[in-house]
């Protein structure tokens, strides 16, 4: 075709659109849901602001738009700290290659322990770690335990008089891996969350762990995925969620 014959395409030039086509993806997969999109949003309008400013002669207006752009780096890393950090620790779980995932029969037994303490009034916040490593909480603040992910295990780790049932239990890989483990608290504005549950929101805000919180109070079950909260769920619910999460 005129004007083609000179455009040579090759290996690297395949590479090159593959590579960025995969960061393109991996930067909407992380941005989906999540307040990040609607800030960028409203940064793509000011943006568009800006040039109409220009274009019209609203000096003010541009200078204006000028000095916040420069400032831009800044802001993005203010506005998007928690989000920057989730997704470089999810680059660096190697999230294309590794998924960690909790069995069916794994599910159901986290289901009835859950099911069963709500019915008793007794308080558990129980996390089970996906693609991101938890390694270092666990070393840090838990107890280590390894053990067979069991119905009677959970429940007897958060009965009331047990030494670990203030902290959180750590699912990985289908096992047990560490009880009593303190985790971040999320900051909850204009909402009265207990301790559990501002720490299952803490844990996914920072991470891609799935959180399930039983309040004592009310014998609720939640679950929190990506710092956000999922209430009043049954036992049909919660296995729906579960299922769709992990």
């Not at 802001?75 to 680059?91: K, S």
């Not at 805000?205 to 929190?224: C, K, L, T």
């Amino acid at each position: 075709m005129p004007g083609f014959e000179h455009i040579i395409f090759n290996w690297r030039d395949a590479l090159d659109i593959a590579l960025v086509a995969l960061l393109i993806y991996q930067v909407i997969q992380l941005l989906r849901g999540s307040r990040a999109l609607a800030v960028l949003t409203g940064l793509g309008l000011l943006t568009v602001l800006y040039f109409v400013s220009r274009q019209l002669g609203l000096y003010t207006m541009s200078w204006l738009l000028q000095y916040i752009f420069s400032s831009i780096f800044i802001l993005i890393v203010v506005i998007f700290q928690a989000d920057i950090r989730q997704a470089l620790g999810e680059m660096g779980a190697n999230r294309l290659f590794r998924r960690n995932e909790l069995k069916k029969s794994g599910i159901e037994e986290v289901i009835e322990a859950c099911v069963e303490m709500a019915r008793l009034r007794v308080g558990a916040l129980i996390v089970v770690e996906r693609s991101m490593c938890l390694g270092d909480m666990i070393k840090r603040e838990g107890v280590r335990l390894d053990a067979r992910l069991s119905r009677q295990l959970l429940m007897n780790i958060f009965y009331p008089k047990a030494p670990l049932h203030d902290g959180a239990v750590v699912i990985s890989s289908g096992r047990i891996m560490a009880a009593g483990c303190i985790l971040p608290l999320a900051v909850a504005r204009g909402q009265n969350f207990g301790t559990r549950h501002r720490a299952a929101l803490g844990i996914t805000n920072e991470s891609d762990a799935v959180a399930i919180v039983v309040s004592e109070e009310r014998g609720e079950i939640s679950v929190a995925v990506k710092g956000e909260l999922v209430r009043s769920l049954d036992a049909a619910r919660l296995k729906q969620v579960l299922n769709e999460v992990l």
